[in-house]
């Protein structure tokens, strides 16, 4: 299977603060990349596709980027409702996704 | 837009099964592929598997070989997913998912089922 890793595994920002987290596969998966936050107690919420599509509703401060083995979804400006958990995962692999170990964003 | 909403909350004993279902409304249930994620406590998201409804066939997560099943009633619009010779550390929250936009990456969930596994 493929491995996804994500660095780091937690960060400490401020609001305001720009924002960056990184998602490494273990080999190509081309651009099949998605990522998601996810909340205490709620569902993940999807919020870019195909690496850097934007999901419908989700604010554009967010946005991804990459290709290849290596990716990275950036919080231009953070904002209070964006501490949460972050977790990318790879699609590439016909029935064989796998998740990030996922990055939590704390108040600094 | 399709909905999908899971059975309630289950608490098994070990080396039992548990059977957790995804009710979908709101679309055209058979076209959409239908996926099961858990969390564990304190834990990421893990992918089990799998199913295409309108063509019944189902993938698994190497991991999860061999002790999970993953069904369609179409006639329902149901997906179901079992789980066997559970063990405490199978505790979780179980989710399906689906995608309307592509398959595999998620914008649909469940609200999730707290699967306990405690003797």
């Known amino acids: 299977d493929i491995q996804m890793t994500q660095s780091p595994s937690t960060l400490s920002a401020s609001v305001g603060d720009r924002v960056t987290i990184t998602c490494r596969a273990s080999q190509s998966i081309s651009s099949w990349l998605a990522w998601y936050q996810q909340k205490p107690g709620k569902a993940p919420k999807l919020l870019i596709y195909k690496a850097s599509s934007l999901e419908s509703g989700v604010p554009s401060r967010f946005s991804g980027s990459g290709s290849g083995t290596e990716f990275t979804l950036t919080i231009s400006s953070l904002q209070p409702d964006d501490f949460a958990t972050y977790y990318c995962q790879q699609y590439n692999s016909y029935a064989r996704l796998t998740f990030g170990g996922g990055t939590k964003v704390e108040i600094k | 837009q399709v909905q999908l909403v899971q059975s309630g909350a289950e608490v098994k004993k070990p080396g039992s099964s548990v059977k957790v279902s995804c009710k979908a409304s709101g679309g055209t249930f058979s076209s959409y592929a239908i996926s099961w994620v858990r969390q564990a406590p304190g834990q990421g998201l893990e992918w089990m598997g799998r199913?295409?409804?309108?063509?019944?066939?189902?993938n698994y997560a190497q991991k999860f070989q061999g002790r999970v099943t993953i069904t369609a009633d179409k006639s329902t619009s149901t997906a179901y997913m079992e789980l066997s010779s559970l063990r405490s550390e199978d505790t979780a929250v179980y989710y399906c998912a689906t995608g309307a936009t592509s398959a595999d990456a998620f914008d649909i969930w469940g609200q999730g089922t707290m699967v306990t596994v405690s003797s």
């Open positions: 199913i295409i409804p309108i063509l019944g066939i189902a």
